[in-house]
């Protein structure tokens, strides 16, 4: 009931942050938009959905091969808790219900939890390193061939985000490889808790660091699967990363743009996307697209293309998302 509760008063959040932000959006270039919209290619539409759920399953597809048990968990029910994982990261500040809930919807397929946790904590680790690679490639990118302009504000901001990202890789393979310095992390972890009188026990924080280095472990142990998992993952994101020329397309802009300043532009929105505190970023995400994008994309389709991009990449995946939850729910009752 307290999950149902959550959802509902996050969910209320999320509609007012939206309808701020397509004020903000649609105020100076409603026209534009309608315009853009009349003449929309549907095709290129259809086709960027095709890639979101290629990026979906892909991700899905690693997640059914590290829980390794079919009789289990199946590739379809993998796509389910997938699906269900978008909601939920959807609605949560900094993504951050999408865990709880995979480890959740693993224990419901009679995996004990202390395993769920830990293949749970393996599918995050394959993500954020494919995340820091492909933040990496967009800075390199920009790097030699000068895409973006010198924007004090935004380079700080996607310095701020790829450093924040590569310091959470650089944890995982600490917490990997020492097991002291895991045990020091905990206790230090312990003392900032207390100091900032956040509601959490001493034991809940040992667990914690405990679960991380024990999936670490299997990990470690796995190099076969490290290496489709990372792979998988970078196909996902370069997936993900190319929708908005396909959203470009549609509008009739065949050259404003190629594919690596698209990856590039969507590694930044993301790196920094991340680091927002609002249920999908909102807000955030629609800044940094229209600043980066911006100097790609022509004006007159510039929101409309934010518009069409946003809908498919985080309102469609939590609405589609949320049906299979609603419908999971459903068949238990």
């Known amino acids: 009931m307290k999950i149902i509760d959550n959802i509902k008063k996050n969910t209320i959040i999320l509609l007012l942050i939206t309808v701020v932000v397509l004020y903000f959006v649609l105020k100076d270039d409603l026209n534009d938009i309608i315009i853009a919209f009349k003449n929309i290619d549907l095709r290129f539409v259809f086709a960027a959905v095709v890639i979101l759920f290629i990026a979906i399953f892909l991700r899905a597809y690693v997640n059914y091969l590290i829980v390794d048990d079919k009789e289990k968990v199946s590739l379809k029910e993998s796509m389910k808790h997938n699906l269900i994982t978008q909601f939920f990261n959807g609605i949560t500040p900094f993504s951050t219900g999408g865990q709880p809930m995979e480890v959740y919807m693993l224990t419901e397929h ?31 990118y920009n790097f030699f061939f000068h895409v973006f302009p010198k924007d004090d504000f935004l380079r700080y901001l996607v310095l701020f985000g790829f450093i924040i990202n590569v310091g959470i890789v650089i944890i995982l393979f600490i917490i990997m490889y020492s097991k002291r310095v895991t045990n020091k992390m ?9 100091k900032i009188k956040w509601k959490i026990s001493e034991e809940e924080i040992n667990l914690k660091f405990k679960e991380y280095y024990e999936g670490a472990q299997v990990l ?111 068949g238990e009752k």
């Open 110 to 140: 009679n995996i004990s939890v202390a395993k769920a946790t830990i293949q749970t904590i393996q599918s995050f680790i394959y993500y954020q390193i494919a995340l820091v690679l492909c933040g990496l490639f967009a800075v390199l």
């Open 186 to 194: 905990a206790k230090l972890s312990v003392k900032v808790a207390k």
């Open 220 to 330: 470690r142990k796995r190099k076969r699967l490290t290496v489709i998992g990372i792979s998988f993952n970078i196909i996902s994101l370069l997936c993900l990363y190319s929708i908005p020329l396909l959203v470009l397309l549609s509008m009739h802009e065949y050259t404003s743009m190629n594919i690596f300043e698209t990856i590039s532009a969507s590694a930044y929105v993301y790196l920094i996307g991340g680091m927002i505190p609002i249920p999908g970023a909102s807000g955030g995400v629609e800044f940094t697209f229209s600043n980066f994008f911006g100097i790609l994309i022509p004006k007159q389709v510039l929101a409309a293309c934010l518009l069409v991009w946003r809908f498919i990449t985080y309102y469609f995946c939590m609405i589609i998302g949320g049906l299979v939850f609603s419908l999971e729910k459903k």
